[in-house]
């Protein structure tokens, strides 16, 4: 009866550490074919043999934001949609510019993380101290 109950407790605790785990990716290389609009672990994978070079590449980060909106801040995201060979990898990057007091409105990240790093402009360099 003790050894039942000692083995009953262990499949306890070990199941619920495996239910409490974050899923893996189904796959390790999945480029996004945007032609697709069934979400598989993400978005459907291109052929293999049609990958590029460009699936990988995205030019646009080094262009200013237009920040004369109501909040002052333009986002330039950077996710699967630009580069397909983000898919299903959870990476995603974006650009934010402000005017002079401009804001970030508040918002979540489900299930994600941010990471913020501020530079300033020379020519704003007192507005940023």
């Given amino acids: 009866m003790a050894s039942q109950l000692l083995l009953l407790a262990f499949l306890a605790i070990t199941s619920s550490i495996?239910?409490?785990?974050?899923p893996s990716s189904?796959?390790?290389f999945c480029v996004a074919d945007p032609k697709t609009s069934v979400p598989?672990?993400?978005v459907v994978c291109k052929d293999s043999k049609l990958v590029?070079?460009?699936?990988f590449f995205?030019?646009?980060?080094?262009l200013a934001g237009n920040t004369s909106n109501a909040v002052g801040s333009r986002v330039t995201p950077v996710n699967v949609s630009q580069i397909a060979g983000?898919?299903?990898l959870g990476i995603s990057i974006a650009r934010i510019d402000y005017a002079p007091w401009g804001i970030n409105?508040?918002?979540t990240h489900p299930r994600a993380s941010e990471i913020l790093t501020f530079m300033c402009l020379i020519s704003i360099v007192r507005w940023c101290m």
């Fill in 18 to 22: 495996a239910l409490a785990s974050d």
């Fill in 26 to 28: 189904l796959q390790d």
């Fill in 105 to 107: 409105p508040p918002h």
């Fill in 52 to 55: 590029d070079a460009n699936d």
């Fill in 40 to 42: 598989v672990n993400g």
């Fill in 58 to 62: 995205f030019s646009g980060l080094h």
């Fill in 86 to 88: 983000l898919n299903t």
